[in-house]
């Protein structure tokens, strides 16, 4: 008998049977909704949506930082004056010398003296005197930059005018050696002017 009755109702006959019975007694607002609608619930709120992902924080150079280096630069050379009166009247005063010694006279070669005006023009630059270039180079080494063969010795010196500056170097005995060393026969002088010092280069040589 009852299958058959529940057969005719059908759900929504059922439904509406035992909603009948549950509003009597104050459940029905609970089970209605779970009977007739199988779907979610439609008082649940949505999920929200996820959050966009926000712009990435640029990458850190993977670049090391780099700390200045100081640079040694090379020295600034400064536009040398040359006294060619100076450089001239040295090899006369030095031939007078040699004359002296019976010593053949020296004439002035121009390698040599490209070598010891070079030289004589660093040491106004640098204001030092030394037979040792700034760049460490030695006299056998700017003569041969120079093109020169048969580099023999080297004389350097600052102040005086060109009979002061023979004078000092004919009373130092191993320099009148070499001034007076009849062997030689070539000769380079530079003069190199730093305001009114002169800086001083005498190479010598066998060519």
């Not at 990435?56 to 004056?81: D, K, Y």
Request: charge should be neutral.
């Amino acid at each position: 008998m009852v299958p058959r009755l529940v057969a005719r109702l059908g759900p929504v006959g059922i439904a509406a049977a035992v909603t009948a019975v549950l509003i009597l007694s104050g459940l029905g607002f609970l089970i209605v909704p779970a009977l007739t609608d199988s779907g979610p619930a439609r008082g649940a709120a949505a999920a929200e949506p996820a959050p966009s992902p926000s712009a990435e924080a640029p990458a850190p150079s993977s670049a090391a930082p780099t700390s200045a280096r100081p640079t040694s630069a090379a020295p600034t050379l400064v536009a040398a004056n040359f006294n060619n009166s100076y450089e001239d009247r040295v090899v006369q005063l030095i031939n007078a010398e040699r004359r002296k010694e019976k010593c053949e006279a020296v004439r002035m070669d121009a390698k040599l003296r490209t070598a010891a005006r070079a030289h004589s023009a660093d040491m106004a630059a640098g204001d030092f005197t030394d037979t040792k270039g700034s760049d460490g180079s030695e006299p056998a080494d700017r003569a041969q930059r120079a093109g020169f063969a048969g580099f023999e010795q080297e004389l350097v010196a600052k102040g005086g005018d060109a009979g002061g500056v023979v004078k000092q170097w004919l009373r130092d005995d191993s320099d009148r050696d070499v001034l007076v060393d009849c062997d030689i026969t070539s000769i380079g002088v530079g003069a190199a002017m730093r305001g009114r010092t002169a800086y001083w280069t005498v190479d010598t040589g066998r060519a």
